[in-house]
Protein backbone atom coordinates (compact mmCIF):
# COMPACT_ATOMS: atom_id res chain seq x y z
CA UNK A 1 0.00 0.00 0.00
CA UNK A 2 1.52 3.40 -0.46
CA UNK A 3 1.92 6.12 1.57
CA UNK A 4 -0.92 8.48 1.70
CA UNK A 5 0.92 12.38 1.69
CA UNK A 6 -1.17 14.81 3.40
CA UNK A 7 -1.66 18.35 1.62
CA UNK A 8 -0.44 21.77 3.25
CA UNK A 9 -4.38 22.80 4.19
CA UNK A 10 -4.46 19.48 5.95
CA UNK A 11 -0.76 20.26 7.81
CA UNK A 12 -2.20 23.65 8.90
CA UNK A 13 -5.16 22.52 10.55
CA UNK A 14 -3.91 19.70 12.30
CA UNK A 15 0.03 19.90 12.63
CA UNK A 16 1.07 20.42 16.59
CA UNK A 17 -1.68 18.87 17.77
CA UNK A 18 -2.33 15.85 19.07
CA UNK A 19 -5.07 13.45 20.09
CA UNK A 20 -7.20 13.84 23.17
CA UNK A 21 -6.46 11.08 25.70
CA UNK A 22 -9.57 9.78 26.66
CA UNK A 23 -11.53 10.07 23.54
CA UNK A 24 -8.79 9.81 20.53
CA UNK A 25 -10.21 13.01 19.07
CA UNK A 26 -8.34 14.76 16.81
CA UNK A 27 -10.05 18.07 16.51
CA UNK A 28 -10.01 20.82 18.51
CA UNK A 29 -13.27 20.70 20.99
CA UNK A 30 -15.52 23.68 20.58
CA UNK A 31 -17.68 24.76 23.70
CA UNK A 32 -20.82 25.65 23.24
CA UNK A 33 -22.56 28.48 25.59
CA UNK A 34 -26.09 29.87 25.73
CA UNK A 35 -25.26 32.56 28.38
CA UNK A 36 -22.92 35.21 29.20
CA UNK A 37 -21.77 37.04 31.68
CA UNK A 38 -22.90 41.11 32.17
CA UNK A 39 -20.94 43.36 34.37
CA UNK A 40 -24.44 44.61 35.88
CA UNK A 41 -27.69 45.60 34.22
CA UNK A 42 -26.57 48.68 32.68
CA UNK A 43 -23.95 46.60 30.70
CA UNK A 44 -26.49 44.35 29.86
CA UNK A 45 -28.65 46.86 28.75
CA UNK A 46 -26.19 48.51 26.43
CA UNK A 47 -25.35 45.22 24.91
CA UNK A 48 -29.02 44.49 24.15
CA UNK A 49 -29.50 47.46 22.86
CA UNK A 50 -26.46 47.46 20.35
CA UNK A 51 -25.01 50.59 22.08
CA UNK A 52 -21.48 48.47 23.06
CA UNK A 53 -20.07 45.77 21.32
CA UNK A 54 -20.40 41.84 22.59
CA UNK A 55 -21.79 38.48 23.12
CA UNK A 56 -25.16 38.60 23.86
CA UNK A 57 -27.74 35.17 23.55
CA UNK A 58 -27.16 34.27 20.03
Keep these: MAEHTVGFRTRA ?3 GG ?5 HGS ?4 IYQT ?3 V ?3 ADDAAD ?3 LQ ?3 NIYS
Aim: overall charge positive; aromatic content about 16%; hydrophobic content about 40%.
Design 26 to 29: RAVP
Design 34 to 36: SSF
Design 18 to 22: TPGAE
Design 38 to 40: FKD
Design 13 to 15: LHA
Design 52 to 54: KYG
Design 47 to 49: LFS
